[in-house]
């Protein structure tokens, strides 16, 4: 949160605020990805991007893979980018 707050390339952010309804297990859930952020990329054009923090361990699990794939569906069709970080991809 504090490298989102003092990049100079990231225009805005929020936790846990974005609402995406999903199915798992014949239940309708809601899943709220750690963060969105809008940002300037390398082309210096701004984009919107949901982040997902997990341990490598979870990419797995068919909860998170039910999450992740409407979280996948959403960002294609509203023009934004998803991904899931790990601790493989942090450090």
Not at 1 to 18: A, F, G, K, V
Not at 55 to 60: C, E
Not at 62 to 82: D, H, L, P, R, T
């Amino acid at each position: 949160m504090s490298y989102c707050d003092r990049h100079p390339n990231i225009l805005q952010w929020n936790s846990e605020e974005t609402k995406i309804p999903y199915q798992f297990d014949g239940k309708h859930r809601t899943y709220y990805p750690d963060f969105w952020i809008l940002m300037v990329n390398s082309k210096d054009t701004a984009v919107e991007k949901l982040v997902e923090i997990k341990p490598h361990y979870q990419r797995g699990w068919k909860i998170n893979q039910a999450k992740w794939a409407q979280a996948s569906q959403a960002c294609v069709q509203n023009g934004m980018e998803f991904l899931v970080l790990t601790e493989k991809e942090l450090f």
